[in-house]
């Protein structure tokens, strides 16, 4: 395995070839090539598993291929790109794909918060104690809102305080100016191409 700048540099070149003035990488490489495949197996193995489980229950399901997926995104003239690859793979692809002023969605998990119940210092000593509560007049951490105040209007993710005042940004905000947009639920959600 090589990222996309490596890989590019090594073009068809023999792998011996392209590392021949770094022998303890190619030591390395080498090695990591000779290991079992154990790992791959076991997922090739669950993903068989699933796809009859899927089928047996009647759900439209069909199997793809990482050549079929490039073939069909190649025979349409599309970019390569994540999303667009998860359009192109199977033999159900349309013939034409409208992807012009299309952006995805981009999601990314992100937790619920620490499950510790106590704040440390840096030597690993408690220093205060967590709040057992996880949400405050029905707010949580990270929900997105929408305040508008007499001094302008903000909207982003909150951190709650065990008192009328949340976090928004840099500013303190009362509840009263909040109007919820989304409610946490692990993840964070983008569209391409914003900020």
């Not at 790109?81 to 002023?101: F, M, N, Q, R, Y």
């Not at 976090?167 to 639920?185: C, E």
Request: proline fraction near 5%.
């Amino acid at each position: 395995m090589a990222c996309e700048k490596c890989n590019t540099a090594k073009g068809t070149q023999d792998i011996k070839d392209f590392l021949k003035k770094k022998p303890d990488v190619l030591k390395r490489i080498q090695a990591q090539v000779k290991a079992p495949l154990k790992d791959a197996a076991a997922v090739n193995a669950t993903r068989w598993a699933l796809f009859e489980r899927l089928k047996a229950i009647g759900l439209p399901v069909e199997c793809g291929s990482g050549g079929l997926t490039k073939y069909n995104r190649t025979l349409r003239e599309l970019p390569k790109e994540h999303w667009i690859d998860a359009c192109c793979v199977g033999t159900s692809t349309p013939a034409h794909l409208i992807i012009k002023a299309v952006k995805p969605l981009l999601v990314k998990a992100t937790g619920h918060g620490r499950r510790k119940m106590c704040v440390t210092d840096r030597y690993g000593f408690p220093k205060q104690h967590k709040e057992r509560k996880g949400s405050y007049l029905g707010y949580r951490t990270g929900d997105v809102v929408k305040a508008v105040t007499p001094k302008g209007t903000l909207q982003g993710r909150i951190a709650i305080r065990y008192r009328p005042s949340f976090r928004l940004g840099k500013t303190d905000i009362h509840p009263k100016y909040m109007r919820r947009l989304h409610r946490v639920d692990g993840y964070e959600y983008t569209k391409e191409g914003s900020a």
